[in-house]
């Protein structure tokens, strides 16, 4: 008698569909939220005589110092939650009085001791480079905050006239795009 029982129940499991035996579609996973990409865009300075590529839009300022030395600063800082870069590109001219041809070295190194100062670093290494000809030096440094990448600036002595690049950023490839994008005209 059980069997008879056991039989419509079976008969009804074969020939209902039953939810809990269909196979299971995939799902797809919400989509993260992406940061944007910051777009690189060429700059060109007529008064600085240069052009080189940044993230952004730099944010550009001048200022005359009481030794009356006026900086030309071009920066774009980008920042996300797990990082901050910096991009710096700034130029000043040197009188007669603070540059002879005796004293060229001393000049860069003074200009690579000036923007390691300015960004609260560590100087690592610095070697000396040129870019058409002209003299420069290229450095490393770590900035002393600990949530700083660390960084890599390059400064030239072209005429009577220091340009100095800087870039703090965990990515590589983004410090070598900046400093390879630097031209003079």
């Given at each position: 008698?059980?069997?008879?029982?056991?039989?419509?129940?079976?008969?009804?499991?074969?020939?209902l569909p039953v939810k809990f035996a269909a196979p299971l579609k995939a799902q797809t996973a919400p989509a993260r939220?992406?940061?944007?990409?910051?777009?690189?865009?060429?700059?060109?300075?007529?008064?600085?005589?240069f052009a080189i590529d940044m993230p952004g839009n730099p944010k550009i300022n001048v200022e005359t110092f009481s030794n009356q030395i006026t900086t030309h600063t071009y920066r774009s800082i980008l920042k996300n939650k797990d990082n901050k870069e910096t991009?710096?590109?700034?130029?000043f001219d040197l009188d007669e009085l603070r540059l002879s041809n005796n004293n060229i070295k001393i000049t860069l190194n003074t200009a690579v001791d000036f923007f390691v100062v300015a960004a609260n670093a560590k100087l690592l290494q610095v070697r000396d480079i040129s870019l058409d000809g002209y003299p420069g030096k290229e450095f490393e440094f770590q900035p002393l905050s600990p949530k700083e990448p660390f960084g890599i600036g390059q400064v030239f002595l072209v005429?009577?006239?220091?340009?100095?690049?800087?870039?703090?950023?965990?990515?590589?490839?983004?410090?070598?795009?900046?400093?390879?994008s630097f031209q003079l005209f």
């Open positions: 008698m059980k069997i008879f029982h056991l039989l419509p129940i079976t008969i009804a499991l074969l020939v939220a992406q940061i944007p990409e910051v777009e690189w865009q060429p700059f060109c300075s007529a008064e600085g005589l991009y710096l590109l700034q130029f005429d009577r006239r220091i340009y100095g690049l800087v870039v703090s950023t965990p990515k590589p490839e983004n410090a070598q795009k900046f400093l390879d």
